[in-house]
């Protein structure tokens, strides 16, 4: 079998949308369901580009454990190391729909997710060192044994290819913002690329200018940093060597935003394709934010992934170019 171009490891669950958008949850009548999760999110936008995809996490031995395992298949996304967790519920998630900047989250992943229960004696660490991006989440160091077995996962990788960092803070898996950063430090080493927003740049690193913090996440290891800066766009550095580092900022692309929680799993997925290709920097952050807020624009989150020539055409229909290896 040939090497995933893309692994993702962490957090997968269902999310069940109101398909009444700005009316509050106790009004919402019915409920759309879609595969989820900040690591499946991004293996399906990676797979979306015709990248040979898998993703390690377990769900729960119940109906919506088999959904999510045909929902990862239709997609295209590799299934064999995604197990079963007798005696836990897959998790679900709720949100709310307010247009353009609210959308508030309630995770129902309770006595605890099945995600959170993998165990280093179970990776494929070959897979691991031969794919061509490694992608993990800040939601896997939260609990152990998932916190063990992804340090394990990193340490193995050994900073080979793209070994990506999504820092992906949600402050209702930890104790404090502390706890966090604590294992969060144990993790930037041992990555090559950090993605996270101001306020995730920030629990990693403790600085909340991008700039300083960029420099930081450098320091701490990282050869490309990549803040998320809201309405200033994304701001990405690449250091070539102690003296020598790309800056790149992109301002956000417009759309009318729907539901922009999807929007950064969509970057995510578009950031693996362009890294792969080979693009330059500004290339890939134009490429990677078009393809967010054609996320942002929709209601879903998997089944709103765009395909390649989706990003193209939106981006020259309002006359931008993604192409790669320009701007």
Known sequence: MPLDEVLTMGRIGVDLYPEQVGVPLPQVRTFAKFLGGSAANVAVAAARYGRRTAIITR???DPFGVYLHEALREFGVDDRYVTPVPGLPTPITFCEIF????????FYRYPKAPDLEIYESELDLAAIRGAG????????LSAEPSRSATLAALRARGRAGFTVFDLDY??????????????????????????????EVETAVGVPDPREAALALHEAGAELAVIKQGPAG?????????????QVTVAP?????????????????ALCHGLLAGWTLEAVMRFAGVAGAIVASRLSCSDAMPTEDEVRAMAG???GRTEGGGA
């Not at 729907?258 to 929007?263: D, P, R, S, T």
């Open 234 to 246: 994304v701001y990405a550095s690449r250091r070539e060597a102690p003296d020598k580092q790309e």
């Open 99 to 106: 247009p353009p900047d609210h959308f508030p989250l309630w």
């Open 59 to 61: 769900t729960g031995n």
């Open 317 to 319: 229909g309002h006359g």
């Open 253 to 269: 692309f417009p759309v009318e935003t729907i539901n922009g929680l999807g929007a950064g799993d969509a970057f995510g997925g």
């Open 133 to 140: 991006v490694f992608w993990i989440t800040g939601t896997g």
């Open 170 to 199: 949600r402050p209702m898996f930890w104790e404090s913002r502390e706890e966090a950063r604590r294992w969060y430090a144990e993790a930037l080493p041992l990555a090559t690329v950090v993605v996270g927003n101001l306020d």
